[in-house]
């Protein structure tokens, strides 16, 4: 119900708003010192109703950092990432998603990965989350042992969502007015 609630009500947002909340979602993370210690990123391709990822992609190019993308399995609902150069190295895969094309990539091990920007629709304050309902996340956060975020507007967050005990939380949200850091509860704190 709330995932269905969220996703309506991004969809009703007015584009001019829309823009505005991806450019500050952006301008928060590439500005933010975990950002500048992280060499290797790990982001989805966004679609949809999704907050766009492609500035963040081009950013961390034009920085030199290493762009990581992932691919689904469908068969035991797993994700693996490989190492993204440029679109031309991505397939319209699973659910109709831009996805890296394994012959011309080079996957990573989790470890690899410094930040993992993790999707979502709905977030609570302690940073668990309802995705698109797979479990691809869950099972990849399972064991990653760094640092993950995830992008929201404000509207999208709510006090506590039911947690389940396969799920992960994330460590920090970045919403249009900063950064939320999971402590006692993802307290407002600027980490830029």
């Known amino acids: 119900m709330l995932r269905k609630q969220i996703i309506q009500q991004l969809e009703a947002m007015p584009s001019a708003e829309r823009a505005a909340i991806e450019n500050a979602l952006t301008d928060h993370l590439v500005s933010s010192d975990l950002w500048q210690q992280s060499n290797v990123i790990g982001v989805t391709m966004s679609r949809g109703i999704e907050w766009c990822t492609e500035p963040i992609i081009r950013t961390a190019w034009k920085e030199g950092k290493t762009v990581a993308v992932p691919k689904s399995y469908p068969s035991d609902r797993s994700l693996a990432f490989f190492i993204m150069h440029h679109y ?19 996957k990573l091990t989790k470890q690899a990965i410094d930040l993992l920007i993790v999707p979502g629709m709905v977030f609570d304050r302690k940073g668990y989350r309802i995705g698109f309902g797979g479990g ?7 064991d990653f042992p760094n640092y993950k975020l995830a992008l929201a507007a404000n509207m999208q967050l709510i006090d506590e969502l039911p947690a389940e005990s396969f799920d992960r939380p994330v460590d920090a949200i970045i919403t249009e007015t900063g950064f939320l850091s999971q402590g006692s509860g993802l307290n407002s704190q600027d980490l830029s």
């Open 136 to 142: 691809y996340y869950d099972r990849f956060l399972s």
């Open 88 to 106: 031309n190295q991505l397939e319209t895969a699973h659910y109709r998603l831009l996805e890296p094309i394994p012959e011309q990539t080079e």
